[in-house]
């Protein structure tokens, strides 16, 4: 949904007072804001707990570095929502990292049915397939994981990560690209 001009005028005005540490301007923001926030973090984490922590966080960062927003690299929505997806996807990384810290890697689980060679295959491939991965830029990264593993459709993804359709589209086509041309080496 696009913003009119003066919506975008008034959230900048807000996001100047907040810089100046403006706690009334603060409680507006978010007053205007967090209802929009909350959607983007709920429909990317799926739980409303991580969504509302990732919101918290968001808030946390436009008020500790709402000087850093600068009219030319975007609209004060954009700039926003960019923050409340990173935070989301943080947080649900950390939480990835903390749930499987206590269970057995991937590349250590055993198949009855497998062969050593074939473990020894399938660990190879993980990490080479995580290598490549780390390869990519965090918008390919971000898209394809959230496409093949968290089940967005490509809509879905453009809202999720506020970026336009065909971007979203391109970002996961290149980063196909880019994984096949390295795995094949």
Request: glycine share 6%; aromatic share 6%; net charge negative.
């Amino acid at each position: 949904m696009a913003e009119s001009n003066a919506d975008q005028e008034y959230l900048m005005g807000l996001l100047v007072a907040v810089s100046r540490q403006d706690r009334e301007a603060f409680h507006e923001l978010y007053q205007c804001m967090a209802s929009r926030m909350f959607g983007v973090c709920l429909k990317l984490a799926g739980q409303r707990e991580t969504a509302e922590e990732a919101l918290q966080e968001a808030f946390i960062q436009i008020w500790h570095h709402a000087r850093e927003y600068h009219r030319d690299r975007g609209t004060p929505l954009g700039w926003m929502m960019t923050i409340a997806r990173y935070r989301t996807l943080d947080l649900m990384r950390a939480r990835k990292v903390r749930q499987s810290s206590g269970d057995q890697p991937i590349e250590q689980m055993h198949d009855e049915r497998a062969g050593p060679l074939d473990e020894s295959l399938r660990s190879a491939g993980a990490a080479e397939l995580t290598g490549c991965l780390d390869e990519l830029t965090n918008a390919q990264r971000d898209s394809i994981l959230l496409t093949f593993y968290k089940g967005l459709s490509h809509e879905e993804l453009s809202t999720a990560l506020s970026s336009p359709l065909g971007t979203v589209k391109s970002w996961i086509r290149r980063g196909l690209l880019a994984l096949k041309r390295c795995l094949e080496q």
